[in-house]
């Protein structure tokens, strides 16, 4: 049965009550991380993305080293405590800020920065290769597997050479993150709590005249004065011709009176943890009956699949109840109309297990367990003239689904 959940805490530690038990969390996930890992066969596990690295090690990437694989990583092996290769001479901060990594397996990474290095990245990919084997061999793990999150063909040229047999670390990892424990699915209570703030702050500031560009900035000052909030990786803002198809970014539009505009918290992320959650908006006017009637059909597809979810069943399960892209667009494959009908995970990344769309789920499913977290999105519109798009974030417990989200999302927000 379907039902909502708001978070219980406030957002920062206090001595009077028990909030959010991180060293708990810690300690959770890289037992999962080394459950997983034992489970794949692995005598080590490689993280080199970013939402790995801190799943095992619980420190954060700065924004300026996200999406740069292996300016710091992390190795996990068997019998052992994580060893974190941290950027340059940070280590010292981490021993400082971080005591649940001993201060013996804080090291400096070696970087070839995705290449920008030119000719000094096959240098630099020996030496990673040599200091990964050098743990491996002194926690006696060197003869078995590795598995890495990430490769690119200076790793694979400098493994081959090496001799180390490495294979798919980025699946058990994905494992891993997929089940979140009591802190994990409250800490997704409290994204879901910001992004709803945000979303009432914009419903009092956005007025006709305004531009996409104008809405962005007030929400991204208004996250990143929230304690804890480390990086919004998007706020979109599509209005107008550019809802549908949503081109899901922002420009300098002015944004005109009657205009729908459907307005995402992409990735807003608190303690590492991750939201997403559309709402439509209609700005100066009513909405037409037409607007009103596909508005519905949307809310009407994403609710059918919300009634889907419920331990033990699985993503085809919700995928059945929506119509094929075909069916809903006169597309010709589903890949046509990605992330038009979706789901997807959310944790430590913007898209954890499971994903949800008729492109993979028909034919693939995953089982719905007790602690995941996901959203649920779906939207509909008319081409180059407006569109509209719902969503919902939810947790899952024994007792089955939780929409987290509580902005209201019955029909289209009117700011008139």
Not at 67 to 76: E, I, T, V
Not at 183 to 212: K, N, Q
Not at 220 to 229: D, E, T
Request: charged share 20%.
């Amino acid at each position: 049965m379907t039902s909502r959940s708001t978070s219980s805490f406030g957002l920062i530690g206090t001595d009077w009550q028990q909030r959010i038990n991180w060293d708990r969390l810690r300690t959770y996930r890289l037992n999962r991380a080394r459950e997983s890992m034992k489970e794949a066969g692995l005598g080590a596990m490689l993280c080199m993305y970013d939402e790995n690295v801190r799943y095992v090690t619980s420190t954060i990437t700065p924004g300026w080293c996200r999406l740069k694989p292996g300016l710091r990583y992390a190795l996990l092996c068997e019998g052992a405590e994580p060893v974190l290769f941290e950027q340059g001479d940070i280590g010292t901060q981490i021993n400082r800020h971080c005591p649940w990594i001993p201060e013996e397996n804080v090291r400096y990474a070696y970087s070839w920065i995705k290449g920008a290095v030119g000719p000094g990245s096959r240098q630099q990919a020996a030496k990673f290769t040599k200091a990964i084997q050098e743990e491996m061999q002194k926690y006696g793990v060197q003869d078995r597997p590795l598995g890495a999150d990430f490769a690119d063909i200076n790793m694979i040229n400098a493994f081959q050479e090496a001799g180390i047999t490495w294979t798919d670390g980025a699946s058990p990892m994905v494992q891993a993150r997929a089940i979140k424990n009591e802190d994990e699915l409250e800490i997704m209570r409290i994204v879901a709590a910001i992004c709803d703030g945000c979303h009432t702050a914009i419903s009092h500031f956005m007025r006709p005249g305004m531009r996409e560009h104008e809405i962005t900035a007030f929400a991204m000052n208004y996250l990143y004065n929230i304690p804890g909030v480390e990086d919004v990786e998007d706020v979109i803002v599509s209005s107008g011709p550019n809802s549908w198809p949503n081109w899901r970014n922002f420009s300098d539009r002015i944004i005109q009176p009657g205009d729908l505009v459907i307005i995402d918290m992409a990735a807003v992320t608190w303690n590492g943890y991750k939201s997403c959650q559309y709402r439509t908006y209609c700005v100066g006017k009513q909405p037409t009956q037409e607007q009103k009637d596909y508005y519905d059909i949307a809310y009407k597809w994403l609710y059918d699949a919300i009634a889907m979810v419920k331990p033990g069943a699985t993503t085809r399960d919700i995928v059945e109840v929506w119509p094929s892209a075909q069916e809903a667009w006169g597309y010709a494959e589903e890949d046509q109309a990605a992330a038009n009908l979706w789901g997807h995970g959310l944790g430590l990344a913007q898209y954890d297990t499971p994903v949800v769309s008729r492109i993979y789920s028909l034919d693939h499913p995953v089982t719905i367990e007790p602690g995941m977290s996901f959203a649920l999105e779906t939207q509909h519109g008319k081409p180059l003239q407006w569109g509209v798009r719902v969503e919902e974030m939810l947790v899952v417990t024994e007792d089955g689904p939780q929409i987290t989200t509580q902005f209201p999302i019955e029909e289209i927000t009117v700011l008139d």
